[in-house]
């Protein structure tokens, strides 16, 4: 009797803040549904991959660098087949978050930029509209 294994894969590209490739950048794994983390880093196109996970499993893939966590996705769930794509644009993201930031200056917050505020965030533009 022969079992196959199959298990789903994660892959993606990471990108500064500058636009270029993050080489070395280290992007964690982590199961939401269960104990297990994986680890892997970005080469110098910034592309990662990791492979041999769990079918059906739920993940939060997130980017460090420099031992701090930059972006992160939650409830990847990668299925059998080609790998689950997720990339990181820290060029875009810190132009949303210069966007998000002057939308709470002026109190003109879209829901969109609502659903992408941190808890801090949140906070902050609270304690504005009381003022």
């Known amino acids: 009797m022969r079992a196959n294994a199959q298990t789903t894969a994660i892959e993606g590209y990471g990108k500064g803040e500058d636009g270029k490739p993050v ?3 280290v992007i964690k794994i982590e199961r939401q549904d269960m104990k297990g983390s994986y680890k892997t880093k970005t080469d ?3 592309h990662y991959f990791h492979g041999g996970l769990p079918p059906g499993a739920v ?17 990847v769930r990668p ?8 990339d990181f644009n820290l060029q875009a993201r ?8 002057k939308a709470m200056e002026t109190g003109q917050v879209t ?3 609502s659903r992408e505020m941190s808890a801090e ?6 304690k504005a509209a009381k003022e």
């Not at 660098?65 to 992160?72: A, N």
């Not at 810190?94 to 930031?101: D, F, M, P, V």
């Open 44 to 46: 110098k196109k910034g």
């Open 23 to 25: 080489k070395d950048a």
């Open 94 to 101: 810190a132009q949303k978050q210069a966007e998000l930031q």
């Open 59 to 75: 993940f939060k893939v997130s980017v460090e660098i420099d031992g701090r966590e930059r972006d992160f996705a939650n409830g």
């Open 121 to 126: 965030q949140r906070a902050q533009l609270e």
């Open 111 to 113: 829901a969109e930029q």
């Open 79 to 86: 299925r059998l087949g080609d790998p689950f794509v997720v």
